[in-house]
């Protein structure tokens, strides 16, 4: 199947600082990309929604701000935490459409990066 | 809204047990329904999916049959190998195209 890498898988930082997360499809090129944050024992939720080269969607209650999403490529996008705090801590993790799939269910066609752990201090 | 509940806890077993782990869902409409799977270190993986009432989705041994009178998507694997522990989400897609996913149950399988 398809590949989606994240980049950190780890990453601890004090309040305050920035942390940038970079999800990549490697083998196909990905039109939209998913942000999701799972905290422990806790089901996935949908963060927002990246287009390539347009603005993300987000979800409602997710600070625009505060996460910020960038699709400049298709096989790139990023997920900068500002200002984190940390109640920020958490799992976030990526996934790519592939648009060459069937359309019909598209749940199948989205793959999943492996993830990144976010600690803030 | 659309939500999937899978039943509380860790599910832990011997090598060649019965596997069953319980998935329902609240949706409006018709759903597409799916097990992912998530080994450790690595990405969640489509394990299966149904897209209608009463189709059965199976893979590896595993199946989920989509029950629109119960609103449920259980899956079972007869004979669980200690190559299956992971951690288990049940997941639907509807027509607004946004995944929703349980909680996740993790399953340990001890030789």
Partial sequence: ?121 | GDSVTQMEGPVTLSEEAFLTINCTYTATGYPSLFWYVQYPGEGLQLLLKATKADDKGSNKGFEATYRKETTSFHLEKGSVQVSDSAVYFCALINGNNRLAFGKGNQVVVIP
């Fill in chain 1, 1 to 121: 199947g398809a590949v989606v890498s994240q980049h950190p898988s780890w990453v601890i930082c004090k309040s305050g600082t920035s942390v940038k997360i970079e999800c990549r499809s490697l083998d196909f090129q990905a039109t939209t990309m998913f942000w999701y944050r799972q905290f422990p024992k806790q089901s996935l939720m949908l963060m927002a929604t990246s287009n390539e080269g347009s603005k993300a969607t987000y979800e409602q209650g997710v600070e625009k701000d505060k996460f910020l999403i960038n699709h400049a490529s298709l096989t790139l996008s990023t997920l900068t935490v500002t200002s984190a705090h940390p109640e920020d801590s958490s799992f976030y993790i990526c996934s790519a459409r592939d648009p060459t799939r069937t359309a019909r269910t598209f749940g199948g066609t989205q793959y999943f990066g492996p993830g990144t752990r976010l600690t803030v201090l």
